[in-house]
């Protein structure tokens, strides 16, 4: 007997996806360019209309894997245009093999960066849709996220957090 094929969504900037939290509640993020997302803070257990979502304020942004949308897990519930500038802000990179260097990645460009200018920014990882769903519970629950804090910058020698 033969598989059904399931059929995927295809990923479209502006669209506005629900994420379930596991909780009876759930948000809402918005698609950006690239792999990019905007989690807004609209945590409900009720369903918001498109235009009260869009004008709330957005936790964090963060690149998600496609199948977040692509296998329905984040379904799609809206789209509207995105507006001038909301953009995933920039990134660093930290070299694997030499902690000393740092890049910083924004709008699909790479350009070597100082420590310094990487202070406050997010390292560039993109996230598996159950740890975003993870993070938004902890920031609700008012606790650290085990994702965010593996992903701080680390020391030069790589063993500590500096943020």
């Given at each position: 007997?033969?598989?059904?094929?399931?059929?995927?969504?295809?990923?479209?900037?502006?669209?506005?996806?629900?994420?379930?939290?596991?909780?009876?509640?759930?948000?809402?993020?918005?698609?950006?360019?690239?792999?990019?997302?905007?989690?807004?803070?609209?945590?409900?257990?009720?369903?918001?209309?498109?235009?009260?979502?869009?004008?709330?304020p957005i936790l964090f942004y963060v690149a998600v894997m496609n199948r977040a949308v692509k296998e329905k897990r984040w379904p799609v519930v809206g789209h509207r245009t995105l507006e001038e500038g909301l953009r995933s802000p920039p990134r660093f990179i930290q070299d694997a093999l030499n902690k000393k260097r740092f890049e910083i990645y924004e709008q699909g460009r790479i350009r070597p960066a100082t420590r310094?200018?990487?202070?406050?920014?997010?390292?560039?990882?993109?996230?598996?849709?159950?740890?975003?769903?993870?993070?938004?519970?902890?920031?609700?629950?008012?606790r650290a996220n085990k994702w965010v804090e593996l992903l701080r910058m680390r020391d030069v020698e790589g063993t500590g957090s500096i943020c």
């Amino acid at each position: 007997m033969a598989k059904a094929k399931r059929k995927l969504v295809t990923r479209t900037i502006g669209d506005i996806v629900k994420i379930e939290l596991g909780d009876g509640t759930h948000t809402y993020a918005r698609v950006l360019p690239e792999a990019g997302f905007a989690i807004y803070d609209a945590r409900t257990t009720e369903e918001l209309p498109i235009m009260d979502t869009v004008e709330r304020p957005i936790l964090f942004y963060v690149a998600v894997m496609n199948r977040a949308v692509k296998e329905k897990r984040w379904p799609v519930v809206g789209h509207r245009t995105l507006e001038e500038g909301l953009r995933s802000p920039p990134r660093f990179i930290q070299d694997a093999l030499n902690k000393k260097r740092f890049e910083i990645y924004e709008q699909g460009r790479i350009r070597p960066a100082t420590r310094q200018e990487c202070l406050g920014l997010e390292r560039e990882a993109v996230w598996a849709p159950e740890h975003v769903e993870e993070r938004i519970r902890d920031y609700y629950a008012g606790r650290a996220n085990k994702w965010v804090e593996l992903l701080r910058m680390r020391d030069v020698e790589g063993t500590g957090s500096i943020c």
